[in-house]
């Protein structure tokens, strides 16, 4: 039996005999078993077949594993209180993502776009044309790779291997990271993912010292009707301070709404409602600094759906326009915000709001490659009663970096109106800095002249798959317009040369193309009848205008012959009718 349960790990052997070996020459003291299940975590999580949990009998096995090399090394162990939480964690989070191993659709099934072989040839060729002496090489792993003996492998290249792997898409396939993802957790080890996270610094800005006092007085206060009064009574220039006259302003506005009733929550309502009515002070703080504020109902709906037949026409996307409201300054974007509300329950957000920050920031890099490792994108997430920020930047390499700060409550009641108040405040006062810091360095940088070439691109486009089950949600989801610039998403070459895998795609884009030729038809129809009706309008009224300047020129002849103008009833009807026959002659 001994000899029949060795053969049956044989396969293992070798990786936790060395594991045990090592632990063995590191520590005086005896290995225990739950040393070696977190050094060999990587490997047991991966080694879990298919999609099946890690449940007691994976378990028992992997300890019999590692007590059998033990014995083999001639190792005590011992096995108190084993924890296999992290592992168990780990392979449900993979088994949620992953249908067939690696597969990673997008949200929900109704959202899942799968790759295909083409889209995989094109994600592969794509980052093939990158340079690779530009690429992010970690210092944690290059401290791994000598440790090992190994070429060390760059972020670009791990990314790209999982992209490849998975099935569905993802926004690793457009070389996007979001440090917070827990999927890159296999992918990357923590030193590494650390590593990524703190590269470049803090993602906040130490807010100003005058502000922050106000901020601390803030809280010592204890009920709305306090902050409203604090806001009521700051003395501030709103010509040079326009900073205290945004905080004044929106400690008396958002207060009011919990004053009259304390027990009243507000939280019920829609996303959309509390953006707008009573938090949008993370727009209004930006009005005095020169940056627009552009929202979706200010937008002309008929451009748009020209645009988005444009942009199928022209197999182009531009994603920053799906996102609901856009920081503008000097003609490029700098930011924005992505609701998700109860009227747009399938809007993609994961997916969406990360390629729409990520065009932000691609234009920006291609207009100034110099700072491109130095300027960020701002981004906030709406859900539910919740806000989050996200710094999107570049931090090295062709990488686009996604850090999220934890999801914020907004106030539900008077009790909470200033314990939850005032990180709001702050995250506001955050995004403004971002966004200030990153468009004085963009105006301060010169242009330079040169061609764009695959040799010089900054940061890739995204890539965008395309195909006969998603082309209709795609195009009625996203606010897409066609652009020649490198934030637009061009389908692959492979589209063209092979037409019969999109036979769908190209009868919808055909039917929207037809359609739009016979509006435009009938509309130049039906302005040339108008312009006809108009001209046939203006003839019959010069026509009566003539009528009744002749009829007037008849009678006064009449009334000089006869010399008097007193005329009797008959005598004018006489002179009415000698004008109707002298008219009709």
């Known amino acids: 039996m001994h000899k029949t349960m060795i053969n049956e790990h044989i396969r293992y052997r070798q990786l936790i005999c060395e594991t045990i070996?090592?632990?063995?020459?590191?520590?005086?003291?005896?290995?225990?078993?739950?040393?070696?299940?977190?050094?060999?975590?990587?490997?047991?999580?991966?080694?879990?077949?298919?999609?099946?949990?890690?449940?007691?009998?994976?378990?028992?096995?992997?300890?019999?594993?590692?007590?059998?090399?033990?014995?083999?090394?001639?190792?005590?162990?011992?096995?108190?209180?084993?924890?296999?939480?992290?592992?168990?964690?780990?392979?449900?989070?993979?088994?949620?993502?992953?249908?067939?191993?690696?597969?990673?659709?997008?949200?929900?099934?109704?959202?899942?776009?799968?790759?295909?072989?083409?889209?995989?040839?094109?994600?592969?060729?794509?980052?093939?044309?990158?340079?690779?002496?530009?690429?992010?090489?970690?210092?944690?792993?290059?401290?791994?790779?000598?440790?090992?003996?190994?070429?060390?492998?760059?972020?670009?290249?791990?990314?790209?291997?999982?992209?490849?792997?998975?099935?569905?898409?993802?926004?690793?396939?457009?070389?996007?990271?979001?440090?917070?993802?827990?999927?890159?957790?296999?992918?990357?080890?923590?030193?590494?993912?650390?590593e990524i996270r703190d590269y470049g610094g803090p993602m906040l800005n130490e807010i100003p010292k005058e502000l922050q006092t106000k901020l601390d007085e803030i809280n010592n206060l204890e009920t709305a009707m306090d902050v409203y009064k604090y806001g009521h009574k700051l003395d501030h220039d709103p010509i040079t301070q326009p900073l205290l006259s945004w905080l004044s302003i929106t400690l008396m506005s958002t207060a009011k709404h919990f004053i009259k009733d304390k027990s009243r929550e507000i939280g019920a309502k829609h996303e959309s409602d509390n953006m707008y009515n009573l938090w949008d002070f993370f727009n209004t703080i930006f009005q005095e600094s020169g940056v627009r504020i552009l929202n979706k109902k200010t937008r002309n709906s008929e451009r748009m759906k020209l645009s988005t037949v444009d942009s199928l026409e022209n197999k182009t996307i531009d994603y920053s326009a799906s996102i609901d409201t856009i920081y503008l300054a000097s003609n490029i974007k700098l930011g924005g915000i992505k609701m998700d509300n109860i009227d747009n329950k399938n809007a993609n957000t994961k997916m969406y709001l990360p390629l729409g920050l990520k065009d932000m920031l691609v234009t920006l890099g291609n207009q100034s490659p110099k700072i491109v490792h130095d300027i960020h994108i701002l981004g906030y997430h709406i859900t539910e009663n919740m806000i989050s920020m996200l710094d999107v930047d570049s931090p090295k390499g062709y990488i686009t970096r996604i850090r999220p700060i934890k999801d914020i409550p907004y106030p539900t009641c008077n009790d909470d109106f200033v314990s939850r108040i005032i990180p709001l405040l702050e995250l506001a006062i955050h995004g403004k800095l971002l966004v200030d810091k990153t468009l004085k360095k963009f105006r301060n940088t010169k242009m330079e002249l040169g061609e764009r070439t695959k040799q010089n691109i900054t940061i890739p486009s995204s890539f965008i798959p395309l195909r006969n089950n998603n082309i209709k949600r795609l195009s009625t989801s996203l606010s897409t317009k066609p652009s020649m610039s490198s934030t637009t998403h061009r389908i692959s070459n492979n589209y063209q040369e092979a037409p019969t895998m999109y036979s769908a795609k190209n009868t919808v884009v055909k039917q929207l193309s037809n359609k739009r030729t016979a509006i435009t038809w009938r509309t130049k129809i039906n302005h040339s009848l108008l312009f006809l009706a108009n001209i046939i309008y203006y003839i019959l009224v010069l026509f009566m205008v003539l009528t009744f300047g002749l009829l007037l020129y008849v009678i006064y002849s009449t009334l000089q012959r006869t010399g008097t103008l007193k005329l009797s009833g008959h005598e004018i009807n006489y002179m009415l009718k000698q004008a109707w026959v002298s008219f009709s002659q």
């Not at 592969?124 to 210092?139: G, H």
């Open 21 to 194: 070996r090592n632990l063995t020459l590191e520590r005086e003291k005896n290995v225990h078993i739950q040393d070696v299940i977190d050094e060999l975590q990587d490997f047991i999580v991966d080694s879990n077949p298919g999609t099946k949990s890690f449940d007691i009998a994976y378990q028992n096995k992997w300890v019999e594993r590692i007590l059998l090399c033990a014995d083999m090394e001639n190792v005590p162990v011992s096995r108190e209180k084993l924890s296999w939480k992290n592992i168990e964690e780990r392979v449900a989070r993979r088994n949620e993502y992953n249908i067939e191993g690696f597969l990673q659709p997008t949200t929900s099934a109704e959202h899942e776009i799968r790759l295909t072989d083409v889209d995989k040839a094109t994600i592969s060729k794509t980052l093939d044309e990158l340079v690779p002496e530009k690429f992010w090489i970690l210092e944690a792993t290059k401290q791994k790779a000598k440790e090992q003996n190994t070429t060390a492998k760059s972020v670009e290249e791990k990314i790209k291997e999982f992209g490849l792997a998975c099935s569905y898409w993802h926004s690793c396939q457009s070389l996007i990271i979001d440090v917070n993802d827990p999927i890159w957790k296999d992918v990357f080890t923590e030193e590494e993912l650390q």
